[in-house]
């Protein structure tokens, strides 16, 4: 299975990176839909697309409004777009306002229930968990019957927190830290985390290897978050980086 980074960075972007979007060309599923939704064309490769949000920030929807340049670009047979039903709602009454965005793009919204898994193509299950960030988000886990993945983003990172049993032994494990060691007091401030909790989560629930995105775009340096110090706690750890491609 490939997963590829389209965008790795949250808030807003810069010059080497774009806000969330992830990619798994062959079983046609997305996460988030950031700035980076006008790279999906360029690797898609299934007729349909489910795309899974983890919440209704501006970062994580905006690129549904670029749907109409993939879909231009990649004819799509059918769009689902997954997420909570308050955010689904707030993104269809005022991100496609008549103000701001008045045509809709070919999509269908599917609210996520409880307790429920989404069926999605080559095998595959999606399930969603509560994360605890401003406003709510959720996480997501996909298993296959021969190997398996999360996406967790948008939440303090604690080793005690209930997320972690939900993305236990997974594979690969795609994880945001916006803030290296140190930023403590603006990591619980804004619902986001650090570098040395988000390796001790992934050591605690015996991952198969680390890939850190959602840094802080202001960050200029190669390594905003400290890799090492995550490497000493977790040594399978990547930073991640706009069009990088893994295989698990």
């Known amino acids: 299975m490939k997963l590829v980074l389209l965008g790795t960075t949250g808030y807003h972007p810069n010059e080497q990176r774009h806000t969330p979007c992830m990619l798994l060309p062959e079983c046609g599923v997305m996460f988030d839909a950031g700035t980076a939704m006008f790279r999906a064309a360029r690797f898609l490769a299934t007729p349909t697309l489910d795309l899974f949000l983890t919440h209704a920030h501006l970062d994580h929807i905006i690129g549904l409004t670029y749907l109409f340049s993939v879909v231009r670009q990649y004819p799509l047979e059918r769009i689902r777009v997954f997420g909570e039903a308050d955010k689904l709602a ?3 009454e005022h991100l496609f306002s008549e103000h701001i965005f008045p045509v809709r793009p070919p999509m269908e919204f599917c609210k996520l229930e409880a307790g429920e898994s989404v069926e999605v193509m080559d095998g595959g299950r999606v399930s969603h968990f509560p994360l605890r960030h401003v406003g709510g988000a959720v996480g997501y886990r996909v298993d296959w019957p021969d190997r398996s993945m999360a996406y967790v983003t948008d939440t303090t990172a604690d080793p005690e927190a209930d997320y972690v049993e939900q993305i236990r032994g997974v594979d690969l494990l795609v994880h945001e830290c916006y803030f290296p060691d140190g930023h403590e007091d603006w990591a ?47 040594s399978n750890t990547e930073l991640g980086r706009d069009l990088q491609e893994f295989l698990f």
Do not use: Y
């Open 188 to 234: 619980a401030k804004t619902g986001h985390s650090c570098t040395t909790p988000v390796a001790q989560v992934a050591r605690t629930a015996k991952v198969g290897r680390l890939v850190i995105v959602h840094v802080d775009p202001v960050v200029a340096e190669a390594d905003p978050i400290g890799l090492d110090v995550a490497r000493q706690v977790f």
């Open 90 to 92: 707030a993104i269809d």
